[in-house]
């Protein structure tokens, strides 16, 4: 579920849509939560489907650690990659924004760690990167990890809209972690590490 103040808006012919904030959204807020209207699809069911279901799926969704497909159910699937992103997913089925997100402004993610199945050239925004790869996540976890370190100890200090989202285990965790009593486990963790399977076009 993406943090509700937000909506989708038009951003430009080149880029498509992309999710908004309405509201300032401070540094540790939490974007995003794997919920229990999201799907997860196997590749083998994803290989079942018609080609026009298969290519929703291309478009709309991630891979996770098992290298099943996630699909969002609402606005979270707009979110548009960034190589400079405000927001940045954890091992915890989560997203932060790891800096201050001003009203107007998209809510983007990096699609280097989503598991994607081919490179693809983005739009130039400047940066030394220019290419997504499958394997990023290999190689800019630990920049990741350092960024969402830093504002990992804001979550409990902050109105969490999303709050009621996390089970009370995982939350007791993010507790623990922020009290020092357990280890902020890496963005590694999200990486599949098997054979990527081709969509049939």
């Not at 650690?65 to 989560?94: E, M, P, Q």
């Not at 130039?124 to 100890?153: A, M, N």
């Amino acid at each position: 579920m993406i943090h509700p103040d937000t909506e989708l808006r038009f951003i430009s012919n080149e880029i498509g849509y992309g999710v908004v904030a309405t509201k300032f959204i401070p540094a540790g807020t939490i974007t995003w939560v794997l919920d229990e209207l999201d799907r997860e699809f196997t590749p083998l069911e994803l290989q079942r489907m018609a080609p026009i279901y298969q290519n929703i799926l291309d478009t709309y969704t991630f891979r996770n650690n098992k290298g099943n497909y996630i699909l969002c159910w609402d606005n979270g699937r707009y979110v548009n990659h960034s190589f400079n992103s405000n927001c940045l997913t954890t091992a915890y089925d989560f997203e932060i924004a790891i800096r201050d997100i001003q009203p107007g402004e998209q809510l983007t993610d990096d699609y280097g760690y989503l598991n994607i199945p081919m490179p693809f050239r983005a739009a130039d925004e400047g940066t030394r990167r220019k290419v997504v790869y499958p394997d990023d996540l290999l190689k800019y976890y630990k920049v990741w990890d350092s960024k969402i370190k830093k504002v990992f100890g804001n979550i409990t200090q902050l109105q969490q809209p999303l709050r009621s989202i996390l089970d009370e285990g995982l939350w007791g965790k993010i507790e623990d972690i922020i009290g020092g009593k357990e280890e902020l486990e890496s963005i590694l963790a999200n990486f599949y590490n098997g054979n990527h399977v081709a969509l049939s076009k």
